[in-house]
């Protein structure tokens, strides 16, 4: 149809069913069968984070989200599939960094 905009759904894209962060890699097993493996240096908070802190991830958005409460750090699958790297602005990480928590 003419004039008509599609608007984006996540309907379609895989399920996060485990997550998996070490030192060098975020690994998200998916609801598909598929993992995925991207460097942790694409998401500065997580490669800041200790490994606690990493660890503690919950699968949110009924699977379609990653979240870090420790870390204040939000990960999207569909995110993840299309290569996309963290878009943090370094004074918003600078500021983090410099939080008495951290």
Excluded: C, N
Excluded at 67 to 76: C, N, S, T
Excluded at 84 to 90: D, N
Aim: aromatic share 8%; proline share 7%; hydrophobic share 35%.
């Amino acid at each position: 149809m003419y004039g008509m905009t599609s608007v984006p759904t996540l309907q379609g894209t895989p399920k996060a069913v485990q997550v998996t962060v070490t030192d060098d890699t975020l690994t998200v097993d998916l609801d598909d069968g598929r993992t995925i493996a991207v460097p942790i240096g694409w998401y500065p908070r997580l490669a800041y984070g200790t490994p606690a802190e990493r660890a503690h991830v919950q699968i949110a958005g009924a699977g379609y989200g990653l979240h870090w409460p420790d870390l204040d750090e939000d990960i999207g699958v569909e995110g993840l599939l299309l290569g996309k790297k963290s878009t943090e602005r370094a004074q918003s990480f600078a500021r983090w960094l410099s939080q008495p928590t951290r």
